[in-house]
């Protein structure tokens, strides 16, 4: 131990400072007492002024963000068109109700006419399941002919269809249940006959 230097570092003894290198950075000069933190101070928090982030927006070329806003602007005009034009709505279309009767009598009212209210035949053609006035139409020109349709409630089900059905194979067409142009023909010319 003779050949040692009193003060040289032992790689193994860990309560020994070791020297510091002197600092690359060139030094701030010292500021006035009570103009800010201190150096040492290790509770002062860095303030740094920071520029904000651009948006995304910003960091777009123009042209992008032109080309953007006009994809936006058309899909906005296109929503609106189809919403105006009922391509969202979940209901079915509304039909304008016509009214139109086929009568064969003669203009002046007689008294002597014994027959009840005039019926109309539906304006549309029908299936089963549908509903509505049209439907109502129906059942009441077949219970005016005398067939069954049970009550006349605008549903166009079995009783209905069964109707339809008998009224067919006695005016010699295809007996399906559905009420087409044919059927329609039929019954108008079986209720101003009637």
Do not use: C, H
């Not at 701030?28 to 103009?35: E, I, S, V, Y």
């Not at 002062?44 to 080309?67: C, E």
């Not at 605008?154 to 069964?162: I, R, S």
């Not at 019954?187 to 101003?192: D, E, H, R, V």
């Amino acid at each position: 131990m003779a050949g040692r230097e009193p003060r040289s570092p032992d790689p193994d003894d860990w309560f020994v400072d070791p020297e510091r290198a002197p600092s690359r950075r060139a030094r701030t000069p010292a500021r006035a007492p009570g103009a800010g933190a201190d150096e040492d101070d290790w509770t002062a928090v860095n303030r740094r002024v920071r520029r904000p982030r651009p948006t995304f927006a910003a960091s777009l070329p123009d042209r992008w963000v032109k080309i953007g806003a006009g994809v936006l602007l058309f899909l906005i005009i296109l929503v609106g068109w189809l919403s105006l034009s009922g391509a969202f709505s979940s209901s079915k279309p509304k039909q304008a109700e016509t009214t139109t009767q086929l009568s064969t009598t003669p203009a002046t009212p007689t008294t002597t006419q014994a027959s009840g209210p005039s019926v109309s035949a539906p304006t549309t053609t029908l299936k089963p399941g549908d509903t509505g006035v049209q439907v109502k139409r129906l059942q009441r020109a077949l219970a005016q002919l005398g067939y069954s349709v049970g009550t006349v409630d605008g549903d166009y089900g079995t009783a209905t269809k069964t109707a339809l059905e008998q009224f067919q194979t006695a005016s010699n067409l295809t007996a399906d249940g559905l009420f087409g142009t044919a059927t329609r023909t039929a019954l108008i010319k079986a209720l101003t006959s009637g």
